[in-house]
T-cell receptor
């Protein structure tokens, strides 16, 4: 089975612009979660989508949004980019959602640099 | 908010020495616990997970972890470090008082000296 893929792998944007990142989950997985990883804040949960519905949301401003399509592919969008949005954005897929012991499979991430 | 504590942001061991990476959780209800590894410029890979079936969990690459409820700990060990073990390791939890989200510790960078 193909793993989780994220596109693009690297991105450079200017402050004030917006950006869209894409994630294709493992075939058959219906849950997609997004995380932001920075040296200062570590790994922080952004949101989770399951069957096109947002199931959980982290503590990020409304500039961060996401969606999931009927084929389970997901996109996240960041509007009005700030320097502090520079980070590695990781996507993870899993067959399940909720509070159980299921594993999340991570993609390689998209490295976003805001200048 | 419930936290996940990884003691030591950096750990250095010699090749062949014991690896011990510490993780403590703060929920009064034991959560599900995971250890992930991240190599440079890559995503996270699951090493092992605790699901309440057994307190000693064996994972990939010779790693294992022991769940100790009395100490609210889930420390990761490997008897003999290899150069290829150099990476960043994350403890993560879900369930219990943490809810449905996967909550990560701050990570520990493991350095292996030859």
């Amino acid at each position: 089975k193909a793993g989780v893929t994220q596109t693009p792998r690297y991105l450079i944007k200017t402050r004030g612009q917006q950006v869209t990142l894409s994630c294709s989950p493992i075939s058959g997985h219906r849950s997609v979660s997004w995380y932001q990883q920075t040296p200062g804040q570590g790994l922080q949960f952004l949101f989770e989508y399951f069957s096109e519905t947002q199931r959980n949301k982290g503590n990020f401003p409304g500039r961060f949004s996401g969606r999931q399509f009927s084929n389970s592919r997901s996109e996240m969008n960041v509007s009005t980019l700030e320097l502090g949005d520079s980070a590695l954005y990781l996507c993870a897929s899993s067959p399940s959602s909720g509070g159980g012991p299921y594993e999340q499979y991570f993609g390689p991430g998209t490295r976003l640099t805001v200048t | 908010a419930q936290s996940v504590t990884q003691l030591g942001s950096h750990v250095s061991v010699s090749e062949g020495a014991l690896v011990l990476l510490r993780c403590n959780y703060s929920s009064s209800v034991p959560p599900y616990l995971f250890w992930y590894v991240q190599y440079p410029n890559q995503g996270l890979q699951l090493l092992l997970k605790y699901t309440s079936a057994a307190t000693l969990v064996k994972g990939i690459n010779g790693f294992e972890a022991e769940f100790k409820k009395s100490e609210t700990s889930f420390h990761l060990t490997k008897p003999s470090a290899h150069m290829s073990d150099a990476a960043e390791y994350f403890c993560a939890v879900r369930g219990g008082e943490y809810g449905n989200k996967l909550v990560f510790g701050a990570g520990t960078i493991l350095r292996v000296k030859s």
